[in-house]
């Protein structure tokens, strides 16, 4: 069983930089494959970004990248998103989750464990 808490949410301003963080329980937490997804109000789930379970490959969403990264501690059981060039679009509650399975990065229906998420609200 893995427990996710997710940190670091909070009101910027457009253009600013925020880092969520995703704490872990579970001493296997290493061998996930980690992920953000974000929800707007009256919107799917959306994938945001990956990180493998095996490597340090990572995927994005085309309306992050270059602007989000995803890390990982493995030592710290924690996955990190950093967010900058924040915008309004960005607004959203962020999840944090894992699965046994490496692949199909994108669909959230493929991860077994979630986060409560954390608020991230970009103001123009």
């Known amino acids: 069983q893995v427990q996710l808490v997710e940190s670091g949410g909070g009101l910027v301003q457009a253009g600013a930089s925020l880092r969520l963080s995703c704490a872990a329980s579970g001493r296997t937490f290493s061998s996930y494959t980690k992920a953000w997804f974000r929800q707007a109000p009256g919107k799917e789930r959306e994938f945001v970004a990956a990180?493998?379970?095996?490597?340090?490959?990572?995927y994005y969403a085309d309306s992050v990248k270059g602007r989000f990264t995803i890390s990982k501690d493995n030592a710290k059981n924690t996955v990190y998103l950093q967010m900058n060039s924040l915008k309004p679009e960005d607004t959203a509650v962020y999840y944090c989750?894992?699965?046994?399975?490496?692949?199909?990065?994108?669909?959230?229906?493929?991860?077994?464990?979630w986060g409560q998420g954390t608020q991230v609200t970009v103001s123009s």
């Open positions: 989750a894992a699965k046994f399975s490496s692949g199909n990065y994108g669909s959230p229906l493929q991860y077994n464990y």
């Open positions: 990180i493998s379970r095996i490597t340090d490959n990572t």
